[in-house]
């Protein structure tokens, strides 16, 4: 197997992270293993990306803001950590098409829904990226909650929900387009 910076930095995030955020994972087996899965997870510290990358049991592909790939030698790495970027605050077509190649791919999409990281720990308005994803492609979408502080020797529980039925949406909505 071919070492990659992506299991490389895993790796290493994971010696490091472990064991100082005593990090316990629930639910890895209800991520499917061979399709494309929309991972949609709460965003409550700058640590949650590589938190969720080295619990979840198959690589995920983050969309991140742009501005982390103009910071200095961050910027460099950042695409080798499978990252690519996304303006906020407007609609990019190029992150959305993106987003779906991977989906397409049957690879793992990881979205934070609120687009920004909760100052206060609860959960804040969803934008519609998440949404956009689960409509327009035939991924699995399961749900991730990250619950505990980011303090050392304090546990951080990961859990990876049950993947939502998107079949039956689909078809209520197609239902209530053809109603008209």
């Not at 100082?20 to 709460?42: F, H, K, Q, T």
């Not at 965003?43 to 198959?58: C, E, F, K, M, S």
């Not at 501005?67 to 992150?95: C, Q, T, Y």
């Not at 993106?98 to 720990?121: A, Q």
Request: glycine residues 10%; positive net charge; contains cysteine.
């Amino acid at each position: 197997m071919k070492l990659t910076v992506y299991s490389f930095a895993r790796s290493l995030v994971n010696t490091v992270l472990k064991p100082i955020y005593r990090i316990e994972v629930i639910g890895r087996e209800n991520m499917p293993a061979d399709s494309g899965v929309l991972l949609c997870a709460n965003h409550i510290d700058n640590l949650d990306p590589p938190v969720v990358g080295i619990t979840a049991p198959r690589p995920v592909h983050f969309m991140a803001k742009e501005e982390l790939f103009s910071i200095p030698v961050l910027g460099k790495i950042v695409p080798h950590l499978n990252a690519f970027p996304v303006k906020r605050g407007m609609s990019d077509r190029e992150a959305l098409r993106k987003g779906l190649g991977i989906l397409k791919d049957g690879k793992v999409l990881g979205l934070f829904p609120e687009g920004t990281r909760s100052k206060t720990g609860e959960m804040g308005k969803g934008l519609a990226g998440a949404g956009f994803f689960a409509l327009r492609s035939d991924a699995h979408v399961v749900p991730c909650a990250i619950i505990g502080p980011y303090k050392a020797f304090k546990k951080l529980k990961v859990v990876y929900g049950k993947p939502i039925d998107m079949v039956s949406i689909k078809e209520k909505k197609v239902k209530c387009r053809t109603d008209n």
